[in-house]
């Protein structure tokens, strides 16, 4: 109890008489502490600037085409195009993609920003303005809705 007692009074000793629920520093000295640079994490990825470009995107699923690259065209900020760049997995290379695999950089970074997602592991390069891999797991408890996002190749033509 005597301890406890001389704890509490040797804190109260130390506060500032502006705010006496704030402590000070005994030497008098006061300075300031730089604020450190924090790397995005998910939730607060950059959104990639450029609005006309193409780029290779290779998505990882339990899906028909899984793997095949698909060479998307990006113009205005609005996808116009995507083709399979290579054939495989009952796909012929430019062939038409569907709707649902036309994703622009700024949709794979969003998925990149999913709080939701039980687990997100992204890959972006310092100094790249966009990421080269995105890994999303939905659901920890649920099996095969997990995706995988590679993006590669990009070109910006505007």
Not at 16 to 42: F, I, K, L, M, R
Not at 134 to 144: G, S
Request: proline residues 7%; contains cysteine; negative net charge.
């Amino acid at each position: 109890m005597l301890v406890a007692t001389v704890a509490c009074l040797a804190l109260a000793a130390c506060g500032n008489d502006s705010d006496p629920g704030t402590a000070t520093d005994p030497g008098g000295s006061s300075s300031t502490s730089p604020t450190p640079t924090a790397e995005p994490t998910v939730g607060s990825y950059p959104a990639f600037e450029p609005t006309d470009y193409s780029y290779s995107l290779s998505v990882s699923c339990f899906c028909a085409d899984a793997g095949v690259p698909i060479r998307v065209t990006v113009e205005h900020g609005d996808v116009t195009a995507a083709v399979y760049a290579e054939g495989g997995r009952g796909v012929k290379q430019g062939d038409p993609v569907e709707k649902y695999r036309w994703l622009s950089i700024n949709d794979v970074i969003d998925a990149a920003n999913d709080t939701g997602a039980a687990s997100v592991d992204v890959t972006w390069p310092d100094g790249q303005d966009y990421p080269s891999s995105v890994y999303v797991d939905q659901d920890k408890n649920a099996m095969d809705e997990e995706v995988g996002y590679q993006v590669s190749d990009v070109a910006v033509t505007g």
